[in-house]
């Protein structure tokens, strides 16, 4: 059997290290253990479904310490581990081992999306959630943006009968179009989709995969969005049929093997081309000169 050592060379040493408080490890009280609901996951049927799965084949040997913070009142906040602490207070213990680290409760946030942030049942809601409870520059930033156009960004997932107008799902999503798009640009472009009729009052249109592609062209038009009449004429825009008609085609290139873009960009393409028929911004080019006329010209300036 071979085992290997820890090795590391000297060269990749940091410059410098600010470690915080070491961790102390002790066994604690189940009953002493909090969850922070400001940045903690909720337990949902798929959590306790891990929890009891954990229970029925539980093991020390296959038990990590639980990460957790002091608090007030002689307690602990789980920072991660709320899965094996439900399992082992399901199994009768009333210990569990635990890692001690002194945190303020912004480190505590930010420690659980840094730790949890490889974990796939950790969703991109649950690291928005902890990112604003860190304070995270992100996060914060991303909930600015949509509240300034009088929207929400959602901190958890809805089903298709609870959403609402307004209410923006798909942190990825969202966070992309901040990254590629001016800020004013996007709050004017969700201001516009808040207020106009046929947008403010149909949470269809909010449905990230058709949200978010119309920001972008709406963001990537700002002389159109500051025209007085943009909300109008966006009212006028029939965006369905447009995208029905652009279903169709994909349908027809599919059946004929053809390659097609993805959705998200051919809806991006069509509102750029409805803004740009509705609001013209640039000077008309010069109609193409006729091959003919191309010859004269140059038998004109004397080239061969």
Partial sequence: MTYRKIDVSPADRPASVSPGSAPILQWIDVDNLVVDEAY?????????????????????????????????????????????????????????????????????????????????????????????????????????????????????????????????????GFLAVIEKRPRAAIVAALRHLREAEGYGDNADIWDASKLFPVVMALAERPAALSNPGFRAALELFDFWDMSDRDEQERQAAKRRGASFPVKSESLRAGVLEWIDKAFPARMALPEPMSRRDALARIGAMGVE
């Fill in 40 to 172: 903690q996951r909720d337990l949902r049927r798929a959590n306790w479904l891990a929890i009891r799965k954990i229970a029925a084949n539980f093991r020390w040997s296959m038990f990590s310490p639980v990460f957790v913070s002091p608090i007030e009142g002689g307690r602990f906040a789980i920072i991660d581990g709320q899965h094996r602490s439900h399992a082992a207070a399901m199994c009768g213990f009333s210990q569990v081992p635990c890692q001690v680290v002194h945190m303020t409760r912004e480190e505590q946030a930010a420690s659980f999306a840094a730790v949890n942030g490889v974990v796939t049942q950790v969703t991109p809601y649950h690291l928005l959630k902890a990112g604003i409870a860190a304070g995270e520059v992100w996060a914060v930033n991303a909930m600015a943006v949509a509240s300034e156009a009088g929207c929400k960004l959602m901190t958890y997932y809805g089903t298709k009968d609870n959403k609402k107008p307004g209410q923006i799902y798909g942190v990825r």
